[in-house]
């Protein structure tokens, strides 16, 4: 079965600082990759995907990801936090055969001005 | 296209009743889900479905019951509802159809439901 790791549960950050987040899955087939993002009191919006090609994804609002198939890693970064970027970040994953996303438990992200 | 939507936004229960939540989708998808939501626990499939007339269960489908009979609604159904199912409730679809690139393989989410179970 799958399984998707995010190693930071709640992260604080200064405005300005470099955020990077973990995630880690367990799965031996092809899968497609997500950071999805839940701004207070709203529903989740896609963040930025992997599907194959370039491993290093970049999303919306200056967020970028690297997928290391050895690592079976999809870390999120940014280089400069803002405080509308507070929001709690999920990574998930799906099995390209099957439509099943796996999320992870969730970042809370909290950026002080 | 409205996307997902869900109905409704917040509803209060007494242990034991019944109750449906609805979603719906405009974007002929044939992949559509019901997630739940808890503090520290991310995001948990209930159930899920790949077309019209197929359901399957996910990893929390216990005191949970769906049906798919169009392509655009999949409700999911408390049928006598407990404390442990106070939650958000979430909706989903996707579509294998469109390449990536436009959209294909990728969750759309609804804006949620709140039930609180007392």
């Known amino acids: 079965a799958q399984s998707v790791s995010q190693h930071n549960h709640h992260v604080i950050l200064s405005e300005a600082a470099s955020l990077e987040l973990g995630c880690n899955y367990s799965y031996g087939g092809t899968v497609n990759l997500f950071w999805y993002v839940q701004y207070p009191g709203q529903h989740l919006q896609l963040l930025l995907k992997y599907f194959s090609g370039d491993p290093l994804v970049k999303g919306i609002k200056g967020f970028e990801a690297e997928f290391i198939k050895s690592k079976f890693s999809f870390n999120l970064r940014k280089p400069s936090v803002q405080w509308s970027d507070t929001a709690e970040y999920f990574c998930a994953v799906n099995a390209v055969s099957g439509y099943a996303l796996n999320f992870g438990k969730g970042t809370s992200l909290l950026v002080t001005p | 296209n409205a996307g997902v939507t869900q109905t409704p936004k917040f509803q209060v229960l007494k242990t034991g009743q019944s109750m449906t939540l609805q979603c719906a989708q405009d974007?002929?998808?044939?992949?559509m889900s019901w997630y739940r939501q808890d503090p520290g626990m991310g995001l948990r499939l209930i159930h899920y479905s790949v077309g019209a007339g197929i359901t399957d269960q996910g990893e929390v489908p216990n005191g949970y019951n769906v049906s798919r009979s169009t392509t655009e609604d999949f409700p999911l159904r408390l049928l006598s509802a407990a404390p442990s199912q106070t939650s958000v409730y979430f909706c989903?679809?996707?579509?294998?159809?469109?390449?990536?690139?436009?959209?294909?393989?990728?969750?759309?989410f609804g804006p949620g439901t709140r039930l609180l179970v007392l």
């Open positions: 989903a679809s996707s579509s294998k159809r469109a390449p990536p690139a436009l959209g294909g393989e990728t969750q759309y």
């Open positions: 974007m002929n998808h044939e992949y």
